[in-house]
């Protein structure tokens, strides 16, 4: 028994050694600028409150209602959202990518309070109304946001009620709830705010439980958009047709 003991405490005790390098995927630069992707796109700087400098890209239009800002998952980098910025300019509307701490290149390293930091920063570029666009991980930074500045409207996709409770979902056999420094709590965070809310998601989510998505959808008094069939990281949950009418609907 004190050998099956040791080995659970030396569990847990690399669990939370390491924990964030099992919540945040980064993929490094280096990126190309921001023309080079979207023709008339700009490159940018964003300035965190504790003296980071991030990269970003705006894709801004003269006449556009809102600008979207995106708050990535927690997987890879801006440029692999490219496809939503040129969906969501193709239809009039001005789009910020941006990286958090530790992706594409950028310095320091990724936790909940640097994300919002991070996201802060990144609305400090923009002048005029906003839409926040989060995506799985970046759904819980945009909530956060909006207790800070409430947006026109608010996208949520495949968010989950709280980090702790995704963890709980995929390793059930670790104390996760206590063992967590980021805590992300997007149901409690969304039921305390009045703002348009769309949530999406993938019937088929292997990531994010659907049921803790429609959970956040109660909480918010969203519209819930079910996308039948799709799974976490399908390109129909990035920059699919009810991805972008979502949008539309909260500019």
Do not use: C
């Amino acid at each position: 028994m004190l050998i099956a003991l040791a080995v659970v405490v030396t569990i847990v005790a690399v669990v939370f050694t390491f924990q964030r390098k099992l919540v945040y995927f980064p993929s490094p630069g280096p990126l190309p600028s921001a023309d080079e992707v979207l023709p008339g796109g700009r490159d940018v700087r964003l300035v965190t409150a504790d003296g980071l400098m991030l990269g970003g890209w705006h894709f801004e239009l003269p006449e556009a209602p809102v600008t979207v800002v995106v708050f990535p998952g927690n997987g890879g980098n801006r440029e692999g959202r490219v496809s939503l910025a040129r969906a969501l300019t193709s239809r009039g509307l001005s789009v910020l990518l941006f990286d958090y701490r530790g992706y594409g290149g950028n310095p320091g390293k990724p936790t909940e309070e640097g994300l919002t930091f991070d996201a802060r920063a990144a609305l400090d570029l923009i002048d005029g109304p906003v839409v926040y666009f989060g995506e799985s991980l970046g759904a819980a930074v945009a909530a956060e946001l909006a207790t800070f500045r409430v947006p026109k409207g608010m996208v949520l996709r495949s968010p989950f009620t709280s980090l702790a409770a995704a963890g709980s979902h995929h390793y059930p056999w670790l104390p996760v709830r206590m063992l967590l420094q980021d805590k992300y709590p997007v149901a409690e965070r969304v039921s305390a705010l009045d703002v348009p809310t769309v949530v999406l998601l993938g019937t088929k989510d292997s990531v994010v439980p659907p049921a803790q998505s429609r959970e956040v959808a109660t909480a918010a008094r969203a519209r819930l958009v079910e996308i039948d069939g799709a799974d976490h990281n399908d390109e129909v949950l990035l920059s699919g047709p009810q991805v972008i009418d979502a949008v539309l609907s909260v500019s």
